[in-house]
């Protein structure tokens, strides 16, 4: 409550990426605090061959940068999967790029995979992996298309990335599905995804002896049989694993906010609960489609415990959220945690 009072009193006033920036910087000086961990109850979870601590992380967008991975972590989430990362260092669309529909707790984001580059991003990951709590830390790494490289020669740009930082991954992400790239989501296309995956499951398979997991991330907006053929496609090139789903470019007619507003706010992908049914819908398709063979990652309009709870009830092996986050504050991961926790008793 008292978080609520303080977002709509001043968060909610402030540039929306100011404000994540700030309180980015919190978390980072946080993360450094001795005896700064909360804690949540233990209910380990072995998925794609890692142990996590609980089933419940944070979904890449908040870190880019991999610079608060132990700051997130100390507030409760089992894992933090950091980006998205391109291979060239890209500052994103021009700003303002992030815009809030408070009423329906949504974001719509158009930032563009502004992030550092995957040889900087791979530095920090070594550096962190040095430390004991770096060692212990359950770190995803997303990675994307640069968005000045041609979808002709994307392949060889996903593998560029996944050299980088695949030695520091605990399991890595092919992001196929952001609306903020030119030309990304059609990527989806099997035809199109087919080489890319095969050419980066070749770097997880051959990482100094150490297989590293691979998941693809796809988005809700796909037909239910553009859904079938990239399951159908995961486990043809023994994937690892699914995220189900990226942000959407729909604007359904279920918000609340009024239409003025969610105009006003422009193009880029819409988090948030509405995503929630979409979300739900390509999970449970996924994992009628694929069984247990593959694992399956519930991310989009997880914003409440009951939500985390209704996900994993749905067939996913782990969840994720970011937008709740925003709206819910730093006791909000903690709560989310126990809500997996129990779950999984």
């Known amino acids: 409550m008292v978080y609520d009072a303080l977002f709509r009193q001043v968060f909610a006033r402030m540039d929306p990426e100011l404000a994540h920036e700030q309180a980015f910087r919190a978390i980072r000086l946080g993360g450094r605090a001795a005896g700064a961990v909360v804690r949540v109850p233990e209910a380990p979870r072995t998925v794609m061959g890692i142990e996590f601590p609980h089933a419940f992380g944070l979904a890449a967008g908040f870190d880019k940068n991999a610079s608060g991975v132990l700051g997130l972590l100390a507030l409760g989430f089992g894992h933090v999967e950091i ?4 291979s060239q260092a890209q500052p994103g669309n021009p700003r303002p790029r992030l815009a809030r529909l408070v009423d329906d707790r949504a974001v719509v984001n158009r930032m563009g995979f502004n992030n550092d580059g995957a040889a ?24 994307g298309k640069t968005k000045v490289v041609p979808p002709e020669h994307a392949v060889s ?23 903020n790239t030119p030309g990304l989501r059609d990527l989806q296309a099997v035809e199109q995804l087919e080489p890319i995956l095969a050419a980066v499951r070749e770097v997880t398979e051959l990482n100094h002896g150490r ?48 239409r003025a507003v969610v105009e006003a706010a422009g193009g880029g992908g819409l988090s948030g609960p509405v995503l929630a049914e979409r979300s739900t819908e390509v999970l449970v ?21 009951d939500d985390v709870v209704a996900r994993l009830a749905a067939g996913a092996d782990l969840v994720q959220a970011y937008t709740g986050f925003i709206y819910g504050g730093p006791a909000w991961p903690a709560r989310l945690a126990a809500a997996a926790a129990a779950a999984q008793e």
Do not use: C, Q
């Open 285 to 305: 398709r996924l994992r009628e489609r694929v069984g247990d063979r593959l694992a399956l990652i519930g991310v989009g309009g997880v914003d409440s415990p």
């Open 211 to 258: 297989r590293v997991p691979l998941v693809v991330k796809i988005a809700p907006d796909l037909a239910d049989t553009d859904v079938d053929a990239v399951a159908d496609l995961a486990l043809e090139l023994g994937l690892d694993g699914i995220s189900a789903t990226n942000t959407t470019i729909a604007r359904p007619d279920s918000l609340v906010t009024p």
């Open 120 to 143: 900087v991003v791979a530095a920090r990951l070594h550096r962190l992996r040095r430390s004991a709590a770096g060692r212990r830390a359950v770190i995803g790494v997303n990675i």
């Open 157 to 179: 740009d996903y593998v560029d990335s996944a050299r980088l930082l695949t030695p520091f991954a605990d399991y890595l992400v092919v992001n196929v599905s952001s609306p």
């Open 83 to 86: 980006g998205t990362v391109t």
